[in-house]
Nanobody
Framework: QVQLVESGGGLVQPGGSLRLSCAAS????????MGWYRQAPGKEREFVAV???????NYGDSVKGRFTISRDNAKNTVYLQMNSLKPEDTAVYYC?????????????WGQGTQVTVSS
């Protein structure tokens, strides 16, 4: 069984910064890619950023230049540094990972963490 737990969400003013973390735990052999998605009220889930095992990254157009994804393979943890936050960044942010276990490879989701950007 694999579990992803996000942390670091909260309320921040426009122009501010937040750092999200997502730690994977359980019977993990290795992790292929780790990423972040977000979902605002009344909207579909949106891709934010992804990083693979070689640390290559890709970002959604709306966050390029403002957000940075990174990972610590020793800790099975992915981070999302969010700078220059805007009210439209308000959403529940979900961690997603493609994880190799003894039982096979599975895509796992975290429970989500709320980010609210408001003055």
């Amino acid at each position: 069984q694999v579990q992803l737990v996000e942390s670091g969400g909260g309320l921040v003013q426009p122009g501010g910064s937040l750092r999200l973390s997502c730690a994977a735990s359980g019977s993990i052999f290795s992790i292929n890619f780790m990423g972040w998605y977000r979902q605002a009220p009344g909207k579909e889930r949106e891709f934010v950023a992804v990083i693979n095992s070689g640390r290559s990254t890709n970002y959604g157009d709306s966050v390029k230049g403002r957000f940075t994804i990174s990972r610590d393979n020793a800790k099975n943890t992915v981070y999302l540094q969010m700078n220059s936050l805007k009210p439209e960044d308000t959403a529940v942010y979900y961690c997603h990972a493609d994880i190799n276990t003894a039982a096979g490879t599975f895509g796992s989701w975290g429970q989500g963490t709320q980010v609210t950007v408001s003055s």
